[in-house]
């Protein structure tokens, strides 16, 4: 669920395909955005049907045709018809080892003895007491311990590692692999993906990203009031498809009639905006901000703080590194904005030079760990951009 989990699984997807005989890869995927992308050859989606995160981060269907118990049975029912009908060698989890609401329950334990069980983590999940107190007490640990070979954390140890903030047990941390960060920039130098309708744009502009946009409305309408109230300043707002739709009008309204800024609800891939963009003001998720840095541009993050603090941890962390500057989500006015968005600001260091991004580099050895001779018949994996 989430486009940035949609574009980190892309990604994976995409890396386990550089090698001399690319797997078949099967997506399946609790977000129907995912069909706005351009799938590789290699791989094939299943789209369940929907729910929706609450502001108190719980769960419900997006339509009002199913209850929450009978959306949970659906898409556990399809997940567990489909994984018997593919057989996988290899099941990649993404956060939640269970799926969501236990709904992996069942093909756990029909595929067990076949398929070889590996859990996918982003590098901070929450403040390690609320880890604690939610995502370990959901049997997930007993989970992993019976079911899992591995757990890949998309992340660097340096930077942040679970083992020791969560206190993970012994049984668990044994199993955790490093990949490093994703870093999706080798992808902007031409596969296939669109750029967007950007005709026009100027060289100097500042983009504003807000992930989903589900609660990045305010951030967005801040930013653009930064923008117009700044003469010679430019900017480019992507709100989301998940952003309530008056925010979206607003924003609308202030872009009518001038050229100075400009407002679109989905990107698939906005890297390419981010590698022209000269300042970029972005909620701090895990893709926005890894991308972000790794294509050198000046980054103020303003991270989400509510339900959870993952954004915060990690806008902290790349903070003490250099890479970002921040600021507090109540402190980030459309003043603050402008004066950012205004003073002379160096170029960051190389992400690369601080902190590990050969995760995709990694990705095809560690399946090929999981099971050898299958993923590249004893090739070495292909280097190079996906």
Same mark, same amino acid.
């Given at each position: 669920m989430g486009l940035g989990h949609m574009r980190r699984n892309l990604l994976i997807s995409e890396a386990l395909g550089n090698v001399h005989t690319p797997p078949h890869v099967?997506?399946?995927?609790?977000?129907?955005?995912?069909?706005?992308?351009?799938?590789?050859?290699? %791989?094939?989606a299943v789209m369940l049907p929907p729910f929706v995160k609450t502001p108190n981060s719980g769960y419900v269907p997006r339509t009002a045709f199913d209850s929450t118990e009978s959306l949970r049975s659906m898409r556990a029912g399809i997940i567990r018809t489909t994984l018997d009908l593919f057989l996988p060698d290899v099941l990649i989890s993404d956060k939640l080892p269970r799926g969501l609401m236990g709904e992996l329950d069942l093909a756990l334990e029909d595929l067990g003895g076949h398929t070889h069980f590996v859990?996918?983590?982003?590098?901070?999940?929450?403040?390690?007491? *609320?880890?604690?107190?939610?995502?370990?007490?959901d049997g997930n640990e007993e989970a992993i311990c019976e079911f899992y070979e591995a757990v890949w954390v998309y992340g660097d140890p340096s930077v942040y590692d679970p083992r020791y903030e969560y206190g993970l047990s012994h049984d668990v941390s044994s199993k955790l692999k490093f990949t490093g960060y994703?870093?999706?920039?080798?992808?902007?130098?031409?596969?296939?993906?669109?750029?967007?309708?950007?005709?026009?744009?100027?060289?100097r502009f500042a983009l504003c990203l807000v992930g989903g946009g589900q609660d990045g409305g305010p951030l967005a309408l801040n930013f653009a009031r930064a923008v117009?109230?700044?003469?010679?300043?430019?900017?480019?707002?992507?709100?989301g498809p998940y952003m309530p739709a008056e925010r979206k009008v607003a924003l609308r309204s202030m872009a009518l009639?001038?050229?100075?800024?400009? %407002?679109?609800?989905?990107?698939?891939?906005?890297g390419r905006l981010l590698k022209r963009a000269d300042r970029v003001v972005t909620m701090c998720g895990y893709n926005a901000l890894t991308e972000a840095v790794t294509?050198?541009?000046?980054?103020?993050?303003?991270?989400?703080?509510?339900?959870?603090?993952?954004?915060?941890?990690?806008a902290r962390r790349f903070a003490d590194l250099?890479?970002?500057?921040?600021?507090?989500?109540?402190?980030?006015?459309?003043? *603050?904005?402008?004066?950012?968005?205004?003073?002379?600001?160096?170029?960051?260091?190389?992400?690369?030079?601080r902190i590990d991004f050969r995760g995709l580099d990694r990705l095809p050895e560690f399946m090929e760990d999981i099971v050898p001779g299958r993923l590249s018949n004893g090739h070495k994996p292909v280097r190079g951009a996906p």
């Open positions: 099967l997506l399946i995927a609790g977000a129907p955005e995912l069909g706005a992308f351009t799938l590789p050859s290699h %791989v094939d859990l996918g983590l982003r590098d901070i999940l929450d403040h390690p007491l *609320a880890v604690q107190r939610d995502w370990l007490s994703l870093d999706p920039s080798p992808r902007l130098n031409g596969n296939g993906h669109e750029l967007p309708d950007d005709d026009g744009l100027p060289d117009l109230d700044t003469p010679g300043r430019y900017g480019f707002v992507i709100t009639g001038q050229n100075r800024l400009r %407002v679109r609800e989905f990107v698939r891939h906005p294509l050198g541009v000046p980054v103020l993050g303003i991270p989400r703080i509510k339900p959870r603090i993952e954004q915060l941890i990690r250099g890479l970002i500057h921040t600021l507090y989500p109540d402190n980030a006015t459309p003043d *603050a904005i402008g004066a950012w968005l205004e003073k002379d600001v160096p170029l960051p260091p190389r992400a690369d030079q």
